[in-house]
């Protein structure tokens, strides 16, 4: 049987983003690297400076993989970025992926993530 912790996945998110998907404005994230998680993974929202914390977390139903100007027609209007912002981002990238959000739940109190370290060691 597989734990949770084994199906989970922190993931750096800028702020502007995770309000986004907090207020389920963005229900795809963006990534220039194919994640490494099963099907139904838990995501915690690691939110990058100046909040520095776990804010949320989310469960990630499916990861699309196609060329950028596919991924844009697929998803785009899921991603919350401007066209420009989206080119920008994938630029030079041979593949874009785009991780499909469920499920989400912001936390009462956000989680520093030493604080999660020290739950959750490794």
């Known amino acids: 049987m597989v734990s949770v912790v084994e199906r989970s996945l922190i993931l750096s998110i800028r702020p502007q983003f995770a309000d986004a998907i ?3 404005r963005k229900t795809v994230d963006l990534r220039r690297r194919r994640p490494n998680l099963p099907l139904g993974a838990l ?5 990058s400076s100046p909040v520095s914390s776990v804010t949320g977390i989310f469960c990630a139903t499916q990861v699309m993989s196609a060329s950028a100007d596919t991924l844009w027609r697929l998803a ?3 991603s919350f970025v401007r066209r420009e912002y989206y080119d920008r981002y994938f630029s030079g990238a041979s593949e874009a992926h785009a991780i499909v959000i469920d499920c989400v739940h912001g936390l009462p109190t956000p989680l520093p993530l030493h604080t999660l370290r020290t739950i959750w060691p490794g």
């Open 22 to 24: 907090l207020s389920g």
């Open 43 to 47: 995501a915690f929202m690691y939110v």
């Open 76 to 78: 785009g209007d899921r």
